[in-house]
């Protein structure tokens, strides 16, 4: 994907101050000045209009991008249905193109194409019992980032926003601690995935997940390090940010991280059980700011192979004259990795 339009879109992110939306100073309504640079908040179809896309499949039920082409060798990115020819999606993978596949089981349809063109480390985290319509994958060099989107009814376009998004947003950095350690360089990138949302009223959320692996003599060792992000908006602070990774009972978690702290604002738990094999951590804002955009990362390491149930749940509140009014955004689904292309 040419950079020049990556860095049209967010400098028309950073102008327009798009992300965070109301904290705890805006309760009245209207949107507050923290600004994080995700592009969650962003008509992020408009990062497509500089790329020429390859539609394939059941044309008539996809969205007509700004300019299409003729073939996957002329296209900047692909748009497909799950049924579409695999031969032409594989192609556009293994040529490091970009891929969105709209309908059906699009997750599932990424995680089968992937697997078919080889050669890469991935991960896709599937979403179960909610809409989901689309989900992308972008090859980067021997890895690949993946996006399940869920439709929350705040993507005025909930395929062609996402896609875009997925070409040019960001998940803020952390703004909790995450440790370091001696062994860091011996820990190869294998991939991230994500899962985003947005709501009809305006507040957003994501999670990506990082992989990454060593190689010893004892066996493979791998981490995980997942990173949750919320914005507000009209209103509705940041209350709650929840992450869980449910393992086999019979694979050990050598570690789980953070420890219980506060950092830039922003309160974080963790409250994985090693004894059941589970990672959880959650994070809530000890500040203004991190209640209009709190950002908090955990992580984990394990030996073997990596799959897991998962949960992320987000939670967002408006002071009410009899109680509080909430909103919420969950999703929950399976994660599996393949780490050996």
Known sequence: ??????????????????????????LGGGRPDVTTGSGLGADASHALDDETVYVAGGE????????????????????????????????????????????????????????????????????????????????????????????DGGWSRPVLDPFGWALTGRVPDCQTFVPESSADDEYAYAGAAHVV??????????????????????????RLRTT??????DGYAVELAEREADFPDDQRLHRTWPNPHTRSGVRVANVS???RSTFAVEAEPASDRARSALTACGGLRTEGRLAYDHRTAFRWQRDGLLSPDRHYGSATGRGEWVLDP
């Open 1 to 26: 994907m040419p950079s020049t339009s990556r860095r049209r879109f967010l400098a028309a992110v950073g102008a327009s101050g798009l992300a965070a939306a109301a904290g705890c100073s805006a």
């Open 60 to 151: 008539s039920d996809l969205p007509e991008p700004p300019e299409t082409a003729a073939s996957v060798e002329d296209a900047d990115a692909v748009l497909a249905t799950p049924d579409a020819d695999r031969v032409a999606v594989v192609r556009a993978l293994r040529a490091g193109k970009p891929v969105a596949l709209a309908g059906g089981d699009p997750a599932l349809a990424v995680r089968g194409a992937l697997e078919a063109a080889g050669g890469r480390t991935f991960g896709v985290e599937s979403v179960r019992a909610r809409p989901v319509p689309v989900a992308v994958a972008v090859p980067r060099g021997e890895t690949v980032e993946t996006f399940t989107v869920v439709d």
């Open 197 to 222: 949302g947005r709501l009809g009223s305006g507040e957003a959320y994501a999670s990506r997940s990082v992989a990454s692996v060593a190689r010893r003599d004892a066996g493979t060792f791998v």
């Open 228 to 233: 949750l992000h919320a914005e507000a908006d």
């Open 273 to 275: 059980d090693a004894t």
